[in-house]
T-cell receptor
Framework: NAGVTQTPKFRVLKTGQSMTLLCAQDMNHEYMYWYRQDPGMGLRLIHYSVGEGTTAKGEVPDGYNVSRLKKQNFLLGLESAAPSQTSVYFC?????????????FGPGTRLTVT | SQQGEEDPQALSIQEGENATMNCSYKTSINNLQWYRQNSGRGLVHLILIRSNEREKHSGRLRVTLDTSKKSSSLLITASRAADTASYFCATDGGGGYQKVTFGTGTKLQVIP
């Protein structure tokens, strides 16, 4: 039972390049989330999904796109990377989005945009 | 914007001492959760307290909730070097279906 896994762990991009971050969970969770974590800012929700084939915007969605084609996978795309997107990205999943259910987090992807 | 704000931002204590960190939030909640994040790792759930509960224990952790003051505290007793981490509170927005939002965290250092 791997829990939540993220690929890749580290990446360096040049401004304008694109990339996709992959998140996979094996807990059959309906809900999945992408967060970014910046120093002093805590976790900010980028996009989330309430089930296969659905996505919704979070607090800071601009510059990112997501897809949830399979229940176990949640992809985060950066079409044209900018230095402001330098951050640590965390994927999480939960049984429900309601506050009585804990979220399970992946190990994170450290992205640097130069 | 963050629903929860932790205080202090950073805390340094000696091993064996107790560590207390606080979380204040703005709107009513159904539940409040605490998470731990070791350096370079993802967050790990520690404990959940419901809005109708005032105190909850789990091992060396004690969480209190004061809904009238919109605040919660996390107490770690007899701290260990392995408790060195950042601690985050996470709150929902109360009412019906609401997403969880995370605070900015308290960075705890336990000195051996």
């Amino acid at each position: 039972n791997a829990g939540v896994t993220q690929t890749p762990k580290f990446r360096v991009l040049k401004t304008g390049q694109s990339m996709t971050l992959l998140c996979a969970q094996d807990m059959n969770h309906e809900y999945m989330y992408w967060y970014r974590q910046d120093p002093g800012m805590g976790l900010r929700l980028i996009h989330y999904s309430v089930g296969e084939g659905t996505t919704a915007k979070g607090e800071v969605p601009d510059g990112y796109n997501v897809s949830r084609l399979k229940k176990q996978n949640f992809l985060l795309g950066l079409e044209s990377a900018a230095p402001s997107q330098t951050s640590v990205y965390f994927c999480a999943s939960s049984y429900s989005a309601r506050g009585e259910y804990e979220q399970y987090f992946g190990p994170g992807t450290r992205l640097t945009v130069t | 914007s963050q629903q929860g704000e932790e205080d202090p931002q950073a805390l340094s204590i000696q091993e064996g001492e107790n560590a207390t960190m606080n979380c204040s939030y703005k709107t009513s909640i159904n539940n409040l959760q605490w998470y731990r994040q070791n350096s370079g790792r993802g967050l790990v759930h520690l404990i959940l307290i419901r809005s109708n509960e005032r105190e909850k224990h789990s091992g060396r952790l004690r969480v209190t909730l004061d809904t009238s003051k919109k605040s919660s505290s996390l107490l770690i007793t007899a701290s260990r070097a392995a408790d060195t981490a950042s601690y985050f509170c996470a709150t929902d927005g109360g009412g019906g279906y609401q997403k969880v939002t995370f605070g900015t965290g308290t960075k705890l250092q336990v000195i051996p």
